[in-house]
């Protein structure tokens, strides 16, 4: 007899997160989506990958995929209800030996189908898989200072960046390659999933103006901290960019004592 899926590790733990990201305030309605790359042991003794209950295409092929398992939040399903009905919410499917589809194994119970960017989601995982074979998440979300950051900020990577960096001192440490950042698009088409996938070569976090935020992990908890401390310093310089009396921020040199004492390895032209 094989264990019930809904309550494996995998999916407990992506309720949890879609819980906090509800919370935070990140998530409004439907906006966000989670997808993690699976092993055969997450899946193995909860499904029997034989039985499929319907194919969902995929408007992009993914070969190297072929086979590997991901479960992913439905396109509409509202965050606030992912922990509670997680059946419902979320899927889990396995791209098919040709890399062009996918097979339903388990989830949209109502008859739904995964996130509207699985394109930026699955090219994610391609090219952090190859940064890092442990890679497994990729998060999106609609943080709102965030957002309201790129309503003021020039979009330019490297100054997006150093901004962050200097509202608080844990931004360097935390993401020292930087963000990078993608000019307001189309969202949910396969033009912006693949213009995402190109940036996820350099950075774990990107950075869509006027829409939200993505970011990679190896694991649920290392993505989140990503997006709460990009999230915590747009917070920050929310609440000071038009304060007359506001300080240079750390500078440049105080950047280079950071990277210096944490050992951190900077990209030219980040703080030269
Ligand atoms: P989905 O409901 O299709 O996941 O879309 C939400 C979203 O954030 C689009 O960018
Ligand atoms: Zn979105």
């Known amino acids: 007899?094989?264990?019930?899926?809904?309550?494996?590790?995998?999916?407990?733990?992506?309720?949890?997160?879609?819980?906090n990201m509800y919370r935070l305030?990140?998530?409004e309605r439907n906006g966000g989506n989670?997808?993690?790359?699976?092993?055969?042991?997450?899946?193995?003794?909860?499904?029997?990958?034989?039985?499929?209950?319907?194919?969902?295409?995929?408007?992009?092929?993914?070969?190297?995929?072929?086979g590997r398992y991901f479960v992913a939040t439905g396109t509409g399903k509202y965050f606030k209800n992912i922990s509670r009905n997680p059946e419902n919410c979320v899927g889990l499917i396995r791209i098919s030996d040709d890399g062009k589809r996918s097979h339903l194994l388990w989830g949209f119970s109502d008859g739904g189908c995964y996130t509207s960017e699985i394109v930026m989601h699955l090219g994610?995982?391609?090219?952090?898989?190859?940064?890092?074979?442990?890679?497994?998440?990729?998060?999106?979300?609609?943080?709102?200072?965030?957002i309201s950051m790129t309503h003021i900020h020039k979009?330019?990577?490297?100054?997006?960046?150093?901004?962050?960096w200097q509202m608080c001192t844990e931004c360097i440490v935390i993401f020292p390659e930087g963000v990078g950042v993608l000019p307001w698009m189309v969202s949910s088409s396969p033009e912006i999933g693949l213009a995402s996938a190109e940036k996820f070569r350099e950075y774990r976090i990107l950075i869509w103006a006027?829409?939200?935020?993505?970011?990679?992990?190896?694991?649920?908890?290392?993505?989140?901290?990503l997006m709460e401390?990009?999230?915590?310093?747009?917070?920050?310089?929310?609440?000071?960019?038009?304060?007359?009396?506001?300080?240079t921020g750390i500078d440049s040199n105080m950047l280079k004592q950071v990277?210096?004492?944490?050992n951190l390895t900077i990209k030219k032209g980040y703080l030269d």
């Open 25 to 27: 305030g990140w998530n």
């Open 124 to 146: 994610a995982h391609k090219e952090r898989l190859a940064q890092n074979p442990d890679h497994r998440v990729v998060m999106h979300a609609h943080p709102t200072n965030t």
């Open 259 to 262: 990277a210096q004492a944490f």
């Open 34 to 66: 989670i997808s993690i790359l699976l092993d055969d042991e997450d899946v193995l003794p909860y499904i029997d990958p034989t039985k499929i209950i319907r194919d969902l295409p995929l408007a992009v092929e993914f070969p190297q995929f072929a």
């Open 229 to 247: 401390t990009v999230e915590k310093g747009a917070d920050i310089f929310i609440r000071i960019a038009k304060n007359p009396n506001r300080s």
């Open 210 to 225: 006027l829409h939200g935020c993505t970011v990679t992990g190896t694991s649920l908890d290392e993505a989140f901290g």
């Open 1 to 19: 007899m094989k264990f019930d899926f809904k309550d494996s590790p995998v999916i407990r733990e992506l309720g949890a997160s879609a819980d």
């Open 155 to 164: 979009w330019d990577e490297i100054e997006f960046t150093r901004t962050l």
